[in-house]
Structures are given as structure tokens and as C-alpha cells.
């Protein structure tokens, strides 16, 4: 148990202070931003609370005093909580609004930092055995003070996740929309762990032993904080994030798409705007462009096929397009249109390589019901199709 609670800790721990250095390093062209302020101080007291819980586990006293260390992780974790309140009101609050919820939420921490110090006196803290922190051990003034640090963790994360939603919806920035709601599921995992935690506490104090269960506030504690460490950094890097997504995205349709337009080129030269290279790779700087160019002379080399393609005619039943219906047999409507159209392809490759016309062929340019003006929905199908194209084998 106890090396599964040391790893869930250090995974926290880590995630705080990589989140503290990310945003260290754009110090420089945010520290004018008291939003940024709020938020490296809010870093800083959550590492501050996992430095203090790795010296309380460790045992023995910091400065001479016994427990000093579950103190001190108590009291920034108070203040972590409440300054986590505040930087949501600095991202969705105006100024006035900002600065009258900042007072109320720093009066309140104070309030529970001095109320729980004044508990771990009363409870003779400096000389109790740690352990005693951990489950209360039957001792009224120890759980009083336990119970009181979870409702100061429990009741931030409901109002974080009541107000996230609303100030999501308020916003225009997307990342920003994207980080409260990551925040709110932070609020949420946090909260089981406020749960787990009392659990863990009432039980010892009853007299039961719930085994293996005791973790569940070590894993909860862990994986909310490595969300709320995402979501307080997100809004700086998700748009680079989502960039990124999208590049990728972009270049895998861009190599799904060259089997099937390699022999579409092959059978209409004509459809390429420039002489196409050996590889089939593509820039950061030019894919778009590149994509572009490789739908387009898709669509344009699959027109010139229309004399090649039996209008009533669908992929038959044998031999490649009997493929087709056993490749996507299971599969939804959409993916056993694609094996259709790649088998139809297929086919009047070969017909347009043999020169044989079909008499009753596709002399009209639609795409049946497809939105060509639909760019990304554009894409998307025809990867569809060149990737079913791919599994049947390409024209011969």
C-alpha cells in the first residue's frame, strides 16, 4: 500500500511542478497579467503542499517541531484551494466583480489557516505520532481537525465546478472555454478524493478495516491534481495542442489519399496542377496547400472516369467487389459506401485502361449526395474511400 501511495504522490508532485515551470518560463511577457500572478502563486502553493507531504513522510520534525510539515501541508493546501478559487474569478470575472470575490475568498482562507492551527494546538499536534493525521486514531480533537481540512478541500471544489460551467459558456476563447471545463472534471476527481478521505477517517475512528480501499483517496488525490495542473496551464499551450492535433490529422488524410490518387494521375496526367514529385511527403509550411491540391485532383480524376462508370452498376458481387461487401459487412452505412465507391473505381480504372465504355455510364459530374463545399467533411469521406480503395488493391 504504501509504495502505491508514494507513487501516486510523486506523480502529483511532479505534475505540480512541471506545470510551475512551464509557466515560469513565460514569465518574461506575462508577469503584468495579475491573472498570471495569481496563478504562478496558485502553482507554487500546490508544490509547496507536496514538499511539505514528501518531509511529513519522510518522519521526524521540520525546525525542531513535531507534525510542523502535515501542518504546513494542511495550511497551502487550504491556501492552494483558495487561490485556485481566485484565478477562476480572474479568468471570468470583471474587475470589480474579480476583486470583491478575491477579498471574500482570502478572508475565508485566514479564517480556516487559523481555525485549523488552533485544532492542531488544542490536539497537542507536535507531540502525537504522524499516523495519528492519517486516520485520526479515535482522538475527538485530531478528527475535528481532519474533518475540518477535508470540508476546506470539499467545498472549493464544489463551487470551482458549479461556476465552471457558466463561466465556459461566457467565454470566447475557446482554450480558455476548454481549460474550465477540464478544470471542472479536476474539481469533480478532487472531490471523490475529499470522499474517500473521510471515509478512510470514519471507518479507522469505527473500528473497521477497509483494506485495499484506503487508496482510492491516494489515487483520486494524484489524478485530480495532474488534471488540475493541465487545466491551469491549458490555456496557453491548447491552441498550440489543438494545431498540432489538427497538422496530424491533416497528414495522415494527406498519405491515406495517395494510393488512390496516384492511380487516378496515372490514368488522367491532366489532373495534376504541378509535376508531382518522387515522395509523397509534405511540409509543416505547405500542407494545407498540398491537401488542397490532392482532394481536388481527386475529385477531378474521378470525374474524368464518369464514361467508365456503370450508372446503375454498384461494386458486383465477385471478385473485388465481393471483397468490398465482406470487408465492410459489419460495418455502418458509411464505411460500406466507401468500399462501394473504391470498388467502383477500382473497376473503371480498369475499364478506362481496356477502353471499354459501359452503355449505361455516369455521364453526369455529381457526387451523389456528398457537400463538396464541406472541406473537412470532404476530406474526411474521401479518406474514407482511398482507405478502402487501399484494402482492396490498387488497379492493376
Same mark, same amino acid.
Given at each position: 500500500?504504501?509504495?502505491?501511495?508514494?507513487?501516486?504522490?510523486?506523480?502529483?508532485?511532479?505534475?505540480?511542478?512541471?506545470?510551475?515551470?512551464?509557466?515560469?518560463?513565460?514569465?518574461?511577457?506575462?508577469?503584468?497579467?495579475?491573472?498570471?500572478?495569481?496563478?504562478?502563486?496558485?502553482?507554487?502553493?500546490?508544490?509547496?503542499?507536496?514538499?511539505?507531504?514528501?518531509?511529513?513522510?519522510?518522519?521526524?520534525?521540520?525546525?525542531?517541531?513535531?507534525?510542523?510539515?502535515?501542518?504546513?501541508?494542511?495550511?497551502?493546501?487550504?491556501?492552494?484551494?483558495?487561490?485556485?478559487?481566485?484565478?477562476?474569478?480572474?479568468?471570468?470575472?470583471?474587475?470589480?466583480?474579480?476583486?470583491?470575490?478575491?477579498?471574500?475568498?482570502?478572508?475565508?482562507?485566514?479564517?480556516?489557516?487559523?481555525?485549523?492551527?488552533?485544532?492542531?494546538?488544542?490536539?497537542?499536534?507536535?507531540?502525537? !505520532?504522524?499516523?495519528?493525521?492519517?486516520?485520526?486514531?479515535?482522538?475527538?480533537?485530531?478528527?475535528?481537525?481532519?474533518?475540518?481540512?477535508?470540508?476546506?478541500? &470539499?467545498? !472549493?471544489?464544489?463551487?470551482?465546478?458549479?461556476?465552471?460551467?457558466?463561466?465556459?459558456?461566457?467565454?470566447?476563447?475557446?482554450?480558455?472555454?476548454? &481549460?474550465?471545463?477540464?478544470?471542472?472534471?479536476?474539481?469533480?476527481?478532487?472531490?471523490?478524493?475529499?470522499?474517500?478521505?473521510?471515509?478512510?477517517?470514519?471507518?479507522?475512528?469505527?473500528?473497521?478495516?477497509?483494506?485495499?480501499?484506503?487508496?482510492?483517496?491516494?489515487?483520486?488525490?494524484?489524478?485530480?491534481?495532474?488534471?488540475?495542473?493541465?487545466?491551469?496551464?491549458?490555456?496557453?499551450?491548447?491552441?498550440?495542442?489543438?494545431?498540432?492535433?489538427?497538422?496530424?490529422?491533416?497528414?495522415?488524410?494527406?498519405?491515406?489519399?495517395?494510393?488512390?490518387?496516384?492511380?487516378?494521375?496515372?490514368?488522367?496526367?491532366?489532373?495534376?496542377?504541378?509535376?508531382?514529385?518522387?515522395?509523397?511527403?509534405?511540409?509543416?509550411?505547405?500542407?494545407?496547400?498540398?491537401?488542397?491540391?490532392?482532394?481536388?485532383?481527386?475529385?477531378?480524376?474521378?470525374?474524368?472516369?464518369?464514361?467508365?462508370?456503370?450508372?446503375?452498376?454498384?461494386?458486383?458481387?465477385?471478385?473485388?467487389?465481393?471483397?468490398?461487401?465482406?470487408?465492410?459487412?459489419?460495418?455502418?452505412?458509411?464505411?460500406?459506401?466507401?468500399?462501394?465507391?473504391?470498388?467502383?473505381?477500382?473497376?473503371?480504372?480498369?475499364?478506362?485502361?481496356?477502353?471499354?465504355? !459501359? !452503355?449505361?455510364?455516369?455521364?453526369?459530374?455529381?457526387?451523389?449526395?456528398?457537400?463538396?463545399?464541406?472541406?473537412?467533411?470532404?476530406?474526411?469521406?474521401?479518406?474514407?474511400?482511398?482507405?478502402?480503395?487501399?484494402?482492396?488493391?490498387?488497379?492493376?
Amino acid at each position: 500500500m504504501n509504495t502505491v501511495r508514494t507513487l501516486c504522490f510523486a506523480v502529483a508532485a511532479l505534475s505540480s511542478y512541471a506545470a510551475l515551470v512551464y509557466r515560469l518560463c513565460q514569465a518574461r511577457r506575462s508577469w503584468r497579467d495579475s491573472a498570471y500572478r495569481a496563478l504562478v502563486v496558485t502553482l507554487l502553493l500546490q508544490c509547496l503542499t507536496f514538499t511539505m507531504g514528501a518531509v511529513a513522510m519522510g518522519g521526524g520534525s521540520l525546525l525542531g517541531v513535531g507534525n510542523l510539515a502535515i501542518l504546513l501541508m494542511h495550511l497551502s493546501a487550504v491556501a492552494f484551494c483558495v487561490a485556485a478559487q481566485i484565478i477562476l474569478l480572474r479568468w471570468a470575472a470583471d474587475g470589480a466583480a474579480a476583486a470583491r470575490g478575491t477579498r471574500y475568498w482570502l478572508a475565508t482562507g485566514i479564517a480556516l489557516n487559523l481555525l485549523l492551527t488552533a485544532l492542531f494546538l488544542l490536539a497537542g499536534g507536535p507531540g502525537r !505520532p504522524a499516523s495519528d493525521f492519517d486516520t485520526g486514531s479515535g482522538q475527538p480533537l485530531v478528527l475535528t481537525y481532519l474533518l475540518a481540512f477535508i470540508v476546506s478541500q &470539499a467545498v !472549493p471544489c464544489v463551487t470551482i465546478f458549479r461556476q465552471c460551467g457558466p463561466y465556459a459558456r461566457m467565454t470566447d476563447n475557446a482554450s480558455l472555454r476548454q &481549460a474550465l471545463r477540464l478544470l471542472s472534471v479536476a474539481a469533480v476527481v478532487l472531490f471523490l478524493y475529499c470522499l474517500a478521505r473521510t471515509v478512510n477517517i470514519l471507518t479507522a475512528a469505527a473500528g473497521l478495516d477497509i483494506g485495499v480501499w484506503k487508496l482510492c483517496a491516494s489515487v483520486f488525490s494524484a489524478a485530480g491534481i495532474v488534471v488540475l495542473s493541465l487545466s491551469l496551464t491549458m490555456s496557453s499551450w491548447g491552441t498550440s495542442a489543438a494545431r498540432l492535433l489538427e497538422w496530424a490529422y491533416a497528414y495522415r488524410s494527406y498519405r491515406a489519399l495517395y494510393p488512390l490518387w496516384r492511380d487516378l494521375y496515372e490514368a488522367s496526367p491532366d489532373i495534376a496542377l504541378e509535376p508531382p514529385g518522387a515522395s509523397v511527403s509534405a511540409s509543416v509550411s505547405d500542407l494545407d496547400y498540398r491537401l488542397h491540391r490532392r482532394v481536388v485532383e481527386i475529385r477531378d480524376g474521378w470525374r474524368d472516369l464518369r464514361p467508365y462508370i456503370e450508372r446503375t452498376g454498384h461494386a458486383g458481387t465477385g471478385g473485388p467487389a465481393g471483397e468490398a461487401g465482406a470487408e465492410a459487412g459489419a460495418a455502418g452505412t458509411e464505411v460500406r459506401q466507401a468500399f462501394a465507391e473504391a470498388a467502383q473505381i477500382r473497376q473503371a480504372l480498369q475499364a478506362k485502361r481496356t477502353g471499354i465504355i !459501359p !452503355p449505361d455510364n455516369k455521364d453526369a459530374g455529381a457526387f451523389d449526395d456528398r457537400d463538396t463545399n464541406n472541406f473537412p467533411a470532404e476530406v474526411a469521406w474521401l479518406t474514407q474511400v482511398a482507405t478502402a480503395y487501399s484494402k482492396l488493391g490498387s488497379a492493376s
